[in-house]
C-alpha cells in the first residue's frame, strides 16, 4: 500500500461579515485576493500567500457555530510583530500582544478579529 500524501491544507473560515477577514487578512498580513466572489449573493473568496491558501466565506449561521484558532510559522518574528503593531495594534490579542517565549519553546504573539484567533510563531 503506497503512502497517502497531502500537498496543502486549506481552511475554509466564516465570518458573518467577509469585510472583516479582508482587513485581517489582506490589509493587515498581505494576503491577496486569488478568486472573488465577494459581491455576490452568497460572499465568498480565496486568499493566498506564498504556499498558503484559505477560502473566506459570508455566512452569519456557520461563523457563529465555528471560532477557530491557526498558526502562521515565521522565520522572522520580531519584524512581523513590528509591522502588524505599528500598523493594527488593534488586532493584537489581549492576552498575547507581545512576542512571548513559550513553555514548549516557540516565541509567540497573536492577533483576533471578530471571528478567529492567529497565533504567530517562530520556532
Known amino acids: 500500500m503506497s503512502e497517502i500524501k497531502f500537498t496543502k491544507l ?11 477577514a479582508l ?3 489582506v490589509d493587515c498580513l498581505g ?5 472573488d466572489e465577494i459581491k455576490t449573493h452568497r460572499p465568498f473568496c ?13 455566512d452569519a449561521g456557520l ?5 477557530p484558532e491557526f498558526r502562521l510559522v515565521t522565520e522572522d518574528i520580531e519584524n512581523v510583530y513590528n509591522q502588524i503593531s505599528s500598523k493594527y495594534p488593534n488586532l493584537l ?3 498575547l500582544n507581545k512576542v512571548t517565549l513559550r513553555p514548549w519553546g516557540a516565541r509567540e504573539f497573536a492577533i483576533t478579529d471578530k471571528q478567529l484567533g492567529i497565533v504567530i510563531q517562530q520556532w
Not at 486549506?10 to 472583516?20: E, L
Not at 494576503?31 to 478568486?35: E, G, K, L, N
Not at 480565496?46 to 504556499?51: D, L, P, S
Open 63 to 67: 461563523a457563529n457555530e465555528h471560532h
Open 93 to 95: 490579542h489581549p492576552n
Open 23 to 25: 482587513t485581517t487578512f
Open 31 to 35: 494576503f491577496t485576493i486569488t478568486h
Open 46 to 58: 480565496v486568499i493566498e500567500k506564498g504556499e498558503l491558501r484559505i477560502n473566506l466565506f459570508e
Open 10 to 20: 486549506v481552511p475554509n473560515v466564516f465570518y458573518i461579515d467577509i469585510r472583516d
